[in-house]
């Protein structure tokens, strides 16, 4: 039917307000006491979840505290939705409220899904372990969990596959992440000597695991599988994921020559799984924390099916930073993001929106690549070949106006034929002094200054539309080469940044931010020290972390066990993660003993607790 919408809002010069139904903006017209109208063909359930938003020169500059829900009429009249929330930072409201209390501080434990343990699982972590975690962080006080990507990542089994930011799909869940005994499968004597020494193992095993763990899966899915096909449960669950299941299982059937029904009905339990475990957690006030990988791999379904949504030719990176002086390739195409545009990002949208049903806060991995990203021309393996995508490059004519050579100091741009961009790592030092000094300024002004407004609006372009999909709290990887419109960006749209001791663009800590002591591709904080520190070194490292006016602070779990001589791993050197500058690096750790055992450990809850009451978190 058609219908009216309007709603007061007194703009600036150059503003307007857009209604937004499915993610479709109707903009809409001026009138009489600044009151703005648009008529627009709906059905019932479009008015289930709409909302209005300001623009300013075709990009969002604000967005309302939450949605609206009406009733068919020919006429709505709605008011904008602000903050009702006296004190509250943030421009929208959270699905975990706990984020919008004024003044809140929180903290929380960082842990990959894949490096938990239990007596229960099959040599690697699995969702059901989460749930001595979230008891352990509950009982200490804390209230959040952040875990790594839990994408599928299945290739061939191999080592290969261990890499979490390598997902063959944004949408689907990792099969090795499946409890077993939840399929039917019986605690035979074979199956537990097989679990006995894959649980035994220090380290996970990628391979070694997975080809015990999907074949047990697989014949699960033989003997019970045509039941759990034929349930009401399992049918709206294909029904409610179609628009990205259907493309996933067809992608793997061909992958594996198998039904693609096989991987629905995995997917279906690992679904089922992790939502139960999630609430538990919200149960126990525990919220998890995901991690948004900024790249897909050009070997996904989404670069199968949709190939126009990807550039193929080259590869996503970094460039020499804190963690490789010689640069990254990570291996990921880059987005087209001009294709993506064509119908407002409609997957990133959904992407998001399928991970807010396990994730009230995530982590976007790498937030600069929504400004520019370093791309790689597909013929180089070496991070220090490429180039920032979008840029704005010199002519030739430029360069030599300036009086600098071409070579050694400049490379084409391949997006931009015939134009150059500034070499990451330069051969300047054989050049006179003045024209060292005339690049170096040169130099410093393209990868810090020059594209400021350029890369802002490229990211205000994405984000705010991103942002508005969910209701999970945004915080933003924001280290390495940081060009001086990002903390701007990520102020207005209230996106925590991440601070940790050390980092390049250190800077003041703020209250929206996630402090944390390390990551999973750092050190631990015991590895960071020259001597290992006692338990009551780590306390006061701990406690000046948690002192910061951080909203969160957020460590990995093997810091907080640091706290405890009986408890912390003997060998510091193995608690490492990742090491970024190694591409081939196995994603092996796991911790060191069985979840179960923390509520043990009342000295350590203990120790947390005072550490958080001190801190008045």
């Not at 929380?108 to 979230?134: K, M, N, Y």
């Not at 475990?277 to 070997?299: Q, T």
């Not at 996503?316 to 640069?327: E, I, Y």
């Not at 999970?472 to 996106?495: Q, R, S, T, Y």
Request: glycine share 6%; net charge negative.
């Amino acid at each position: 039917m058609k219908t009216t919408f309007k709603i007061e809002y007194w703009t600036r010069w150059g503003e307007s307000i857009s209604l937004v139904i499915k993610d479709k903006k109707h903009p809409m017209q001026w009138g009489e006491g600044n009151v703005w109208s648009v008529t627009v063909d709906v059905k019932a359930s479009d008015l289930k979840d709409y909302t209005y938003v300001l623009m300013q020169d075709g990009l969002i500059l604000r967005t309302e505290w939450t949605h609206h829900t009406a009733k068919p009429e020919a006429l709505i009249v709605d008011s904008w939705m602000d903050c009702p929330v006296a004190g509250c930072p943030f421009p929208r409201r959270h699905q975990a409220s706990i984020f919008d209390q004024p003044g809140f501080r929180g903290t929380g434990t960082a842990v990959p899904v894949f490096s938990l343990r239990t007596a229960d699982d099959f040599g690697i972590g699995e969702f059901r372990d989460l749930r001595p975690l979230v008891d352990w962080v509950a009982a200490s006080h804390q209230c959040i969990i952040q875990l790594l990507p839990v994408n599928d990542t299945t290739r061939k089994g191999e080592w290969k596959d261990s890499y979490p930011y390598s997902p063959i799909s944004t949408f689907a869940l990792h099969p090795l992440y499946m409890h077993l005994q939840d399929l039917g499968i019986k605690e035979t004597p074979s199956f537990k000597r097989k679990q006995a020494e894959l649980n035994a193992l220090p380290e996970l095993d990628y391979p070694r695991v997975f080809k015990a763990k999907m074949a047990l899966i697989r014949k699960a899915f033989l003997q019970n599988g045509a039941k759990d096909m034929a349930t009401a449960a399992f049918k709206k669950f294909v029904k409610e994921n179609n628009y990205w299941l259907k493309e996933y299982c067809e992608f793997c059937a061909r992958r594996d020559s198998l039904e693609p029904e096989y991987f629905q009905w995995m997917q279906w339990h690992l679904e089922k799984q992790f939502a139960e475990e999630v609430a538990y957690a919200h149960s126990k006030g525990v919220f998890l924390k995901g991690d948004l990988p900024i790249g897909v791999s050009a070997d996904s379904a989404e670069a199968y099916w949709h190939p126009e949504l990807f550039n193929l030719d080259s590869s996503t990176g970094a460039p020499p930073d804190f963690f490789s002086t010689d640069g990254q390739n990570w291996g990921f195409p880059t987005y087209n993001w001009e294709e993506m545009a064509k119908d407002d990002f409609a997957w990133w949208k959904s992407r998001l929106r399928k991970m807010s049903q396990f994730f009230d806060a995530f982590r976007i991995d790498h937030i600069l690549g929504f400004f520019r990203i370093w791309e790689i021309p597909a013929e180089y393996s070496s991070g220090l070949m490429g180039h920032f995508n979008p840029a704005m490059p010199y002519s030739a004519e430029e360069i030599s106006n300036m009086q600098l050579p071409l070579e050694g100091l400049f490379h084409e741009d391949p997006r931009h034929p015939g134009m150059f961009q500034p070499l990451i790592t330069p051969a300047s030092q054989n050049l006179p002094q003045w024209q060292q000094e005339r690049f170096g300024a040169l130099y410093n002004d393209f990868f810090y200054h020059r594209h400021d407004e350029f890369w802002r609006r490229n990211a205000e372009r994405k984000l705010p539309e991103l942002l508005d999909a969910t209701g999970m709290l945004a915080c933003g990887e924001d280290l390495g080469m940081v060009p001086d419109c990002v903390p701007g960006v990520m102020d207005h749209w209230k996106i925590l940044s991440l601070k940790m001791r050390g980092m390049e663009h250190e800077g003041e800590w703020k209250y929206l931010s996630v402090c944390a002591t390390s990551s999973h591709d750092m050190e631990t904080l015991r590895m960071q020290c020259q001597n290992d520190p006692e338990p009551w070194e780590v306390r006061r490292m701990l406690q000046e972390f948690l002192n910061s006016p951080s909203m969160l602070a957020i460590f990995p779990l093997q810091d907080w066990v640091a706290l405890d001589a009986g408890l912390r791993r003997p060998e510091r050197d193995l608690e490492r993660i990742n090491q970024p500058a190694d591409s081939n690096h196995h994603w092996r750790y796991r911790v060191h003993f069985d979840l179960n055992r923390l509520t043990e450990f009342t000295e350590l809850r203990d120790i947390i607790i005072g550490l958080l009451r001190e801190s008045s978190r």
